[in-house]
């Protein structure tokens, strides 16, 4: 139960972190006034990242699943 409670807590710190990071510069992309298309790529790259977050998370709930060793384990 604690492994996916830290993965949990992990993940969600991180999307925190990404979404206010990609807020702040859209906000900047946004009073600067860039063009719209950098807007578009700035939301489609904080998505990406978050969806890859949230992708590596489910992975390491599915590792837990399966008793796999700690990849730290192994160093």
Known sequence: MGKYLTVLLIVLAGLAVIGLGGWFYYYIFSSAGFPVIFRI???LGISGLMAA?????LERFREIDEEDD???GKY
């Not at 977050?53 to 998370?57: D, E, F, M, Q, V």
Request: hydrophobic share 65%; net charge negative; charged share 20%.
């Open 41 to 43: 790529l700035l939301v």
């Open 70 to 72: 700690d990849d730290l």
């Open 53 to 57: 977050l949230i992708y590596a998370g």
